[in-house]
């Protein structure tokens, strides 16, 4: 697995459609956004998107999920302009995927396989790399359709193959076979970073958590003073960064981990967990937010529930809300006395709301423009100090509220 290795220099970028199915509940705007991250998705992936297509649906088809007469419409347009990928907003079932390669004769993606797709490209230590295998093979035992035939090789002999076992039973073997082996893998590197985590300092553990792409490895840079990778791309973080941190005296481990996103594959979720021990251990999440996204009340939703799939939803969590300086709302006409939207809502208008509630666990900067970052680093400081007082008081360098002076005064 892993086959994406592609040199953009080198390889003509694929050219795609975009299909995406508009249920009961969900509004034009809300479709228009979810297909905007699909064709970011694409773009990360490598493709260039050429047009999208919609249909209104109450229940998907289950042969060709959408209606034959728009499946007819899009492979008028697939052969005219000879499109080299069909991608789909929602998770296909196995028949579905294999009916519409037969009707396009074109590759068929979903969106779990391209976000799939997308780790494969960016998975770069052993671990990211075995667990993304692992969610592969996860994802693609259930869809084999002879499309595995050149494993049969691989494990040969005398009383391999069963009695009357067919092609497709052979390449689930292999591949049932195939995930346990990167399960015992996954599982021994596990071992060897819970060891590695027990043997730190007894210090404040931060964890930054988010949205795909809001700027976490950004605000990473500024408080760790280290030069993580960061990119204008989703997933631009697959491995989990752990730095040591001294802020005014004061010592704490800061990470790093994947962002999160809409219908973020299960298979990923799983085989990550291990990564998202880094969340799951921490004293205090850094909640990161694109405040400039209209959508940022889904984001935050979004890592809240994928936070309580690895019981890290009940820690302590400061809200910081990036990108402040890329905010934008609509102006309503004085004239409109209709009730305001919330894309009429100011910066202001917000900071009123249920953001009000949180108190001091809550912060409004530009990481890139370096705007209001003296507040941010404050309420950062603050919390800290209290978390050590109250689960490390004995931890290098503490000093207490009795005036014992600290080894370095002494």
């Known amino acids: 697995m892993l086959e994406r290795k592609k040199d953009p220099k080198q390889e003509k970028a694929e050219t795609a459609v975009l299909i995406g199915a508009q249920t009961r509940n969900m509004s034009d705007d809300e479709l228009a956004e979810y297909l905007d991250e699909l064709e970011f998705l694409a773009e990360t992936a490598g493709a260039v998107t050429l047009k999208r297509f919609t249909q209104k649906l109450t229940v998907t088809h289950p042969r060709t999920y959408l209606g034959i007469g728009k499946v007819k419409e899009i492979d008028d347009y697939v052969k005219e302009h000879k499109v080299d990928l069909i991608i789909f907003d929602d998770e296909l079932s196995p028949s579905q995927i294999k009916n519409l390669e037969k009707v396009f004769d074109q590759k068929v993606m979903d969106r779990t396989n391209l976000i799939l797709d997308i780790f494969a ?15 592969q ?9 002879k499309m595995w035939t050149h494993l049969e090789r691989q494990k040969g002999g005398i009383g391999m193959r069963g009695p009357g076992e067919t092609q497709i039973e052979t390449d689930r073997r292999i591949i049932t076979q195939k995930i346990a082996l990167l399960k015992e893998r996954l599982g021994k590197i596990d071992q060897q970073m819970a060891t590695q985590r027990k043997s730190r300092d007894r210090m404040v553990r931060v964890a930054l958590v988010g949205y795909t792409n809001v700027g976490k490895s950004t605000i990473m840079n500024l408080i760790s003073k280290s030069e993580v990778f960061a990119e204008n791309k989703l997933f631009a973080t697959l491995d989990t960064t752990v730095r040591k941190v001294f802020h005014e005296g004061i010592k704490f481990l800061l990470s790093d981990t994947v962002g999160f996103i809409r219908k973020l594959p299960t298979q990923l979720v799983e085989s990550f967990k291990s990564t998202l021990d880094e969340v799951r251990e921490a ?9 400039s996204h209209p959508y940022f009340e889904d984001h935050i939703k979004t890592v809240q529930e994928t936070l309580m799939e690895i019981s890290g939803e009940e820690k302590e969590t400061l809200l910081v809300f990036n990108k402040i300086d890329a905010f934008q709302h609509a102006v309503q006409d004085e004239d ?18 249920w953001m009000n509630r949180m108190g001091d666990n809550v912060v409004f900067i530009s990481a890139q423009e370096r705007i209001n970052l003296e507040e941010f680093r404050k309420k950062l400081h603050s919390l800290i100090i209290t978390i050590r007082d109250e689960r490390y008081p004995f931890s290098e360098g503490y000093t207490d509220y009795w005036n014992i002076k600290a080894p370095e005064d002494e």
Do not use: C, F, G, N
């Open 121 to 135: 490209a960016r998975a770069r230590t052993a671990h990211s790399r075995t667990q993304v295998e692992l969610a």
């Open 137 to 145: 093979y996860q994802y693609l035992l259930p869809r084999l359709s």
């Open 283 to 291: 004293d205090l999440l850094i909640h990161v937010v694109d405040i």
């Open 336 to 353: 409109d006395l209709s009730p305001k939207e919330k894309r009429h809502m100011s910066l202001q208008d917000w900071k009123q709301t």
